[in-house]
């Protein structure tokens, strides 16, 4: 089954400084990943997509992603952190649900807070 | 002008009362989705419409039931509220079937309230 886990709760980083938000992957096969970003109060809106392509991935606002099959990792980067970057991260993977439908599995969510 | 658009923004009503939160997409997509976020921040799917037929039905009780009258519209009824109702449901939307491509429209959510 394909899962998702986000290693970290909570990230605290400085204005500036570059962002590692860490997720791990379990997949039977190549499996469609995904980031997420939630402001606060706001819906959803997808950063960045791996779907077989490039292994390194690149998103919008500046954030990358590389997949690393060898770790089944999927973690995102930034190499500054701006203070509108303050928002919860959540890694996503695709599983089939039945028939030619798939469903988006999302992690527990990284809270990253940007200090000034 | 707003993608995904739900109403109510916040809910806040008794057990036991009946409650409908509403989803309107102007996007153009054929698929569109309700999911529950805890208040751990936790997402999971509920059920997913393409086209107005039902695809994803997941383990949700059968006091809520979702309705799509056309394919910009999902609508989600809840019967019989109860306490652990109490979420942030958003309503989602995507050209054919999001999932496979993972590019969803959230809307920014419905806070429902139950005490």
């Known amino acids: 089954a394909q899962s998702v886990t986000q290693l970290d709760s909570h990230v605290s980083v400085s204005e500036g400084t570059p962002v590692l938000l860490r997720c791990n992957y379990s997949s039977s096969y190549s499996p469609s990943l995904f980031w997420y970003v939630q402001h606060p109060n706001k819906g959803l809106q997808l950063l960045l997509k791996?779907?077989?392509?490039?292994?390194l991935v690149k998103g919008i606002n500046g954030f990358e992603a590389e997949f690393k099959k060898s770790e089944t990792s999927f973690h995102l980067t930034k190499p500054s952190a701006h203070m509108s970057d303050a928002a919860e991260y959540f890694c996503v993977v695709s599983a089939p649900y039945g028939g030619a439908t798939n469903k988006l599995i999302f992690g527990t969510g990284t809270l990253l807070a940007v200090q000034p | 002008d707003t993608a995904v658009s739900q109403t109510p923004k916040y809910l806040v009503t008794q057990m036991g009362n009946d409650k409908s939160i509403k989803c309107e997409q102007n996007l153009g997509h054929d698929t569109m989705y309700w999911y529950k976020q805890d208040s751990k921040k936790f997402l999971k799917i509920m059920f997913s419409?393409?086209?107005?037929?039902?695809?994803i039905n997941e383990t949700v009780p059968n006091r809520f039931s979702p309705k799509s009258p056309d394919k910009a519209h999902l609508n989600l009824h809840i019967n019989s509220l109860e306490l652990g109702d109490s979420a942030v449901y958003f309503c989602?939307?995507?050209?054919?079937?999001?999932?496979?491509?993972?590019?969803?429209?959230f809307g920014e959510g419905s806070r429902l309230t139950v005490l």
């Open positions: 989602a939307s995507s050209q054919v079937s999001g999932a496979n491509t993972g590019e969803l429209f």
């Open positions: 419409y393409n086209n107005k037929e039902l695809i």
């Open positions: 791996y779907t077989s392509a490039a292994t």
